[in-house]
């Protein structure tokens, strides 16, 4: 006999379009520290006056991508660790479960955390707290151009916190919740392996370019959507204030769409909280349960791919197990990776 389906009453999504106050220019963590309190707190008063306006049922709000501090750039490894990177347990993280518990919802975002079991390296974490204030799940991003990832100390990762922390899903009171950061909706693999753990509603905090509605990454959340059956709520920045680069090059189109990659709600450009629709898990189940074409979950052969994965290799894993490297390790490695490829003739 075929499991109930577990019944979830609908609820309003958020994805809460911010600016990035960038703390680059920041001379020490104390002063870093200051403008991401700052932050907070212009977010936070955004978060319930949002909540105000689209009534009770808005229990899930995501926040963009390093809404806290914007990216490194001119800076090293370490010394970003040392200025912008929150610990596992920092005050910063309590301060975002107080407001998720004040305000009853899901609060989501991504911030570049320190971990004790990697001392010299950081990670960018894609966090949910759920209304009790507790944080419900941590995915630290996969692919990153210019920063650490698990895949860089795969071993020791797998070791300190297994595959399930590689891959994680929260089973929660409104669905099941996973997330990826930035272009890795860009890797269809990533999300894949997180429906395969049950993902229902994949949330993707970003910073992109927008204004381009074919663009790789657009199109990206709708086969993402479409393939996994899933809904993706997107929260782009409303722009990064505070750094050479100008400041409204990312900035625009926060989205949610649904399992059927069906566009619920858009924004444009600047601080807005527009982008906001109903999630329905119980529809979402019911159309995982039909039989038909669109089954695509059901009619995927994930067997017969594995092969091929485990016989081809590209980007290696481990380039990072010695510790902290110069930002030149990340060009000299994809260098290296297109060289490999091309005697694979892959490329």
């Not at 990216?71 to 993280?93: G, H, R």
């Amino acid at each position: 006999m075929t499991k109930a389906i577990h019944q979830i009453p609908p609820f309003q999504a958020l994805a809460l379009q911010v600016k990035a106050e960038a703390v680059n220019q920041a001379n020490d963590r104390s002063e870093a520290r200051s403008l991401i309190e700052q932050s907070i707190n212009r977010i936070a008063q955004q978060i319930v006056a949002s909540k105000a306006f689209i009534g009770p049922k808005c229990q899930l709000v995501l926040l963009p991508e390093y809404f806290l501090t914007s990216f490194p750039m001119a800076e090293s490894l370490t010394s970003w660790a040392e200025k912008a990177c929150l610990e596992m347990t920092d005050p910063i993280y309590d301060r975002l479960g107080e407001i998720a518990q004040k305000n009853a919802i899901f609060l989501a975002g991504n911030a570049y955390e320190l971990d004790s079991n990697f001392p010299e390296l950081y990670f960018q974490n894609c966090f949910v707290f759920d209304p009790s204030g507790n944080m419900v799940l941590r995915y630290r991003r996969l692919n990153s151009m210019f920063a650490p990832t698990p895949h860089d100390v795969w071993d020791k990762y797998l070791d300190c916190y297994g595959l399930e922390g590689v891959f994680p899903v929260a089973k929660t009171a409104i669905g099941n919740l996973a997330a990826v950061a930035s272009d890795e909706i860009l890797f269809p693999e990533v999300t894949r392996c997180l429906a395969m753990r049950g993902a229902e509603i994949l949330l993707h905090p970003t910073s992109e370019i927008y204004g381009q509605a074919r663009s790789p990454k657009e199109a990206a959340k709708v086969s993402r959507a479409v393939e996994n059956m899933m809904y993706v709520v997107s929260a782009n920045t409303a722009g990064i204030a505070n750094t050479p680069i100008a400041e409204a090059s990312v900035d625009g189109g926060s989205k949610i769409l649904d399992y059927r990659g069906l566009i619920l709600a858009e924004t444009g450009q600047g601080e807005s909280m527009a982008a906001y629709a109903e999630i329905d898990i119980t529809a979402l189940r019911n159309y995982r349960r039909q039989v038909g074409m669109k089954n695509l979950l059901a009619r995927q052969r994930w067997d017969v791919y594995a092969e091929s994965y485990r016989q081809f290799h590209g980007y290696p894993a481990n380039t990072m197990d010695s510790g902290v490297v110069e930002r030149k390790h990340f060009i000299e490695t994809q260098v290296a990776t297109i060289e490999e490829l091309a005697k694979q003739d892959i490329i």
